[in-house]
């Protein structure tokens, strides 16, 4: 039996690096330039991690879920969107295979993964397990590993320029007020708030650093 995190943090690794280095090949070595799919799915793993037993969901169903839920999402891809939750889930189980899992979690596993997808809700998602995915996801989206993530992604799109980095953050500024008025658990909200404050200050201080010439600070 091959211990359950090892076999999805393998799974995944090989399909995002190979990713990753397709979209905007290699450094040094073999290593891809950035490995965004890796990185995000590490942040929402430890997202998952701490927010399972504050919101009583089952702790190995959500860091399952969170470890595969976009191990078949590739990048720059027009149908991800739509499809990548759903092929996702229909690999849970041949991932799982011959790993300590326990197989009468992998519907849940499934569930959470197949819900996972969207910034902004209408209804608090159920089962509890479903919805710790959904904020544990939408959480990472936030706050300062974000920055980290998006930054160093950036330049696999287009060329790079601080105030494209600046008009593109205070758009996603929006959105994350949409996200943290979304979470489904109390903990989620409490946190999403709390990175949105922090996105906030550094995003006001980008422009502020950003303004020719530098705007004074307010006292
Ligand atoms: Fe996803
Ligand atoms: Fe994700």
């Not at 073999?30 to 991690?49: C, G, Q, W």
């Not at 969207?118 to 300062?144: F, H, I, M, Q, Y």
């Not at 974000?146 to 980095?165: K, M, P, Q, R």
């Not at 658990?185 to 530098?214: C, H, I, K, N, V």
């Amino acid at each position: 039996m091959i211990p359950w995190r090892e076999r999805c943090e393998e799974a995944l690794g090989a399909q995002t690096r190979a990713d990753a280095i397709r979209f905007w090949g290699a450094s040094r070595g073999s290593r891809p330039i950035f490995d965004y799919r890796f990185e995000h799915t590490l942040a929402v793993v430890k997202i998952a991690k701490w927010l399972a037993p504050l919101a009583g969901a089952d702790p190995e169903t959500v860091e399952c879920a969170a470890w595969l839920h976009d191990c078949r999402k590739v990048l720059n891809d027009p149908r991800a969107r739509d499809h990548h939750a759903q092929e996702a889930s229909d690999a849970v189980a041949g991932i799982l295979a011959d790993t300590d899992f326990p197989p009468g979690k992998i519907p849940a596993v499934r569930h959470a993964i197949e819900h996972h997808v969207g910034l902004k809700l209408t209804r608090r998602l159920e089962p509890v397990e479903t919805a710790c995915l959904w904020d544990a996801d939408k959480l990472s989206k936030l706050g300062a590993a974000s920055l980290v993530h998006y930054n160093c992604i950036s330049g696999a799109f287009d060329a790079v320029e601080t105030s494209g980095i600046l008009a593109r953050g205070q758009h996603w500024l929006g959105l994350a007020q949409g996200i943290a008025g979304s979470m489904n658990t109390e903990a989620g909200r409490a946190e999403a708030l709390r990175r949105l404050a922090f996105l906030e200050a550094y995003y006001e201080q980008l422009r502020r650093e950003w303004s020719d010439p530098m705007e004074p600070s307010t006292p």
